[in-house]
C-alpha cells in the first residue's frame, strides 16, 4: 500500500512539475498572426484565423466585434464572402461575446481578399469591411515595419 501512495505521489509532483511548460506551449504568443483591426461607427472588427495562418483551403475566420473596443457588438448580423463571389455566407454567433465563426474556401491567400458584411439587427444599417489576406502578419512583423 505504501508503494501505490508513492508512486501516486511521484506521478503528481511529474505532472506539476511539467504543467507549466504544457500551459506555456498553449499560450497565444507574439507569432500569432493578426489582420488589421477596422472600424465602423462606434464597433470595431478584429479577424482571426483557424489555423492561425492562412493557406488555401477551407479556412475558419472568427470576427470579433466590439463597441468602443470594450462591450461585445452582440446585436449584428455578420456574413462572409470571398470577394468576387456572389454568394454570402452568414457566420454563426458564438454566445453574447461579439464573436462570430464562419469556415470559407480560400484559393489563393495573396490575392483573396474577405468581405465581411456587418447588419445591426431591427434596422436596415450595414457596412461591408474589405480584409486583404495578404496583410495578415505576426505581431513581431508589425514592429519591424
Not at 508512486?7 to 511548460?21: G, H, Y
Not at 488589421?36 to 462606434?42: E, R
Not at 473596443?69 to 452568414?90: F, I, T, Y
Request: proline fraction near 6%.
Amino acid at each position: 500500500m505504501f508503494a501505490r501512495i508513492q508512486n501516486r505521489t511521484i506521478k503528481a509532483s511529474a505532472l506539476l512539475l511539467l504543467l507549466p511548460l504544457i500551459l506555456t506551449g498553449c499560450a497565444g504568443g507574439e507569432d500569432t498572426p493578426l489582420f488589421p483591426t477596422k472600424s465602423w461607427d462606434d464597433i470595431e472588427v478584429t479577424i482571426q484565423t483557424r489555423p492561425p495562418r492562412v493557406k488555401a483551403g477551407m479556412i475558419e475566420f472568427m470576427v470579433l466585434a466590439a463597441v468602443k473596443g470594450r462591450k461585445p457588438a452582440n446585436d449584428l448580423v455578420v456574413s462572409l464572402r470571398m470577394e468576387g463571389r456572389k454568394k454570402w455566407h452568414q457566420a454563426i454567433q458564438d454566445g453574447f461575446l461579439g464573436v462570430y465563426r464562419r469556415v470559407v474556401n480560400v484559393r489563393d491567400p495573396a490575392k483573396d481578399v474577405l468581405a465581411v458584411k456587418l447588419r445591426i439587427k431591427k434596422t436596415d444599417k450595414e457596412k461591408i469591411l474589405y480584409f486583404p489576406l495578404a496583410l495578415q502578419h505576426t505581431a513581431a512583423e508589425k514592429v519591424a515595419q
